[in-house]
Structure formats: structure tokens, C-alpha cells
């Protein structure tokens, strides 16, 4: 999954530490979601869509379901 997690975060001017921790994740998760190697629960997506001050989930994740069968 795609994220905008790393331009979000810049832009408000906040490390991977920062967001882990108000998250209530490890900066090795933050990281790995910013480099499309995890996919988050919903709540940890909604947690980090809230804390990146966005209104919606999408405007965060990105879902590729290229390739999938949906």
C-alpha cells in the first residue's frame, strides 16, 4: 500500500519518532509504512490519518488494487 505518510509528516514538520510516538507505534513501523512494507490495521490508519490532520483515510493511504481480483 501507497502511502502519504513521509510528505505529511515533513510538511508539518514532525520526525518518524514523533509520529510513532503519538501513534503508539515503534519509528521501524512508521518507516515501513512510509516505504509500502506494511499494511496498517484500520485503527492504526485512522490513529495516523487524525494525528497528520486529515479528514479522510484516503487522502493518507493509498489503495493499489491493481492486480487484485476486486
Do not use: H
Not at 510528505?7 to 509520529?19: F, N
Request: no cysteine.
Amino acid at each position: 500500500m501507497k502511502t502519504k505518510i513521509r510528505y505529511l509528516r515533513q510538511e508539518m514538520g514532525i520526525s518518524q519518532q514523533e509520529l510513532a510516538k503519538l501513534a503508539g507505534v515503534t519509528r521501524q513501523t512508521i518507516n515501513a509504512l512510509e516505504n509500502g512494507r506494511y499494511n496498517p490495521s484500520l485503527v492504526l490508519a485512522y490513529k495516523i490519518t487524525k494525528i497528520l490532520k486529515q479528514k479522510y483515510i484516503e487522502d493518507v493511504f493509498i489503495l493499489d488494487l491493481e492486480g487484485s481480483s476486486e
